[in-house]
T-cell receptor, first 113, second 112 residues
C-alpha cells in the first residue's frame, strides 16, 4: 500500500461548481498536511497548510483533515477556470529529524467556463 | 523578492552527455530538494540536503549527482548513466522544519 493515495482524475466541472479533492494515507505519524496547486509547466505552489485534525478556510478554499480516517480533503467553492490545475496533497510526520514531504500523485482539475 | 531560481527553463541533452541543472535560492533556507516529475508518476525525490556540505540520496538517485557547497545553491548533474532523463525537474527548499516547500519553476530536460 502506498503511503499516500490520490485519485489522479482527470476531474472536469462547470464554472461555479463545488470541487472536492481527496487523499488517503496509511502512516499514522503524519501530522502536518498541505495542498499544492501546480499549473501546467510550472512549479507547485503552496495553497493550504494544516496541522492535525480539523478545518481551515482561506477564501474559496477549505482544507479538512480527519486523522481518525486518515483522510484529507480540499474543497473549492465557486470554482473558476483559473482553478484549472493539478492539485497535490502532501504530508509530513512530527517525529525525528526527517523533514521530507510525502506527496500524492496529484489530481488534474479542469473548470469549464 | 525571495524565491528559488532554476535555470535553464529548457535543456536538451545529447546521448552520453552530462548536463547540470542550476538551483539558487535567496530564502535563507537550510534544506533543499530535487524532484523529478513524469506524467502519471507524481513527484519522485532524487536528492536532498539539509545542511551545507551534506546531502542524501532520495528514491531515484541512480544516474544523478549533486553538490551543496553553498547554502544558496544546490546544482543537479544528470549523468550519462541516467538512461531515461527526459522529464520535468523541480528544485525546492524549506527551513528544515515541518513547513511547506517553496518550489522553483522547473527545468524541462529532453534527450535528443
Amino acid at each position: 500500500q502506498k503511503e499516500v493515495e490520490q485519485d489522479p482524475g482527470p476531474l472536469s466541472v462547470p464554472e461555479g461548481a463545488i470541487v472536492s479533492l481527496n487523499c488517503t494515507y496509511s502512516n499514522s505519524a503524519f501530522q502536518y498536511f498541505m495542498w499544492y496547486r501546480q499549473y501546467s509547466r510550472k512549479g507547485p505552489e503552496l495553497l493550504m497548510y494544516t496541522y492535525s485534525s480539523g478545518n481551515k478556510e482561506d477564501g474559496r478554499f477549505t482544507a479538512q483533515v480527519d486523522k481518525s480516517s486518515k483522510y484529507i480533503s480540499l474543497f473549492i467553492r465557486d470554482s473558476q477556470p483559473s482553478d484549472s490545475a493539478t492539485y497535490l496533497c502532501a504530508m509530513i510526520g512530527s517525529g525525528g529529524s526527517n523533514y521530507k514531504l510525502t506527496f500524492g500523485k496529484g489530481t488534474l482539475l479542469t473548470v469549464n467556463p | 523578492d525571495g524565491g528559488i531560481t532554476q535555470s535553464p527553463k529548457y535543456l536538451f541533452r545529447k546521448e552520453g552527455q552530462n548536463v547540470t541543472l542550476s538551483c539558487e535560492q535567496n530564502l535563507n533556507h537550510d534544506a533543499m530538494y530535487w524532484y523529478r516529475q513524469d506524467p502519471g508518476q507524481g513527484l519522485r525525490l532524487i536528492y536532498y540536503s539539509q545542511i551545507v556540505n551534506d546531502f542524501q540520496k532520495g528514491d531515484i538517485a541512480e544516474g544523478y549527482s549533486v553538490s551543496r557547497e553553498k547554502k544558496e545553491s544546490f546544482p543537479l548533474t544528470v549523468t550519462s548513466a541516467q538512461k531515461n532523463p527526459t522529464a520535468f525537474y523541480l528544485c525546492a527548499s524549506n527551513t528544515g522544519a515541518r513547513d511547506g516547500y517553496t518550489f522553483g519553476s522547473g527545468t524541462r530536460l529532453t534527450v535528443v
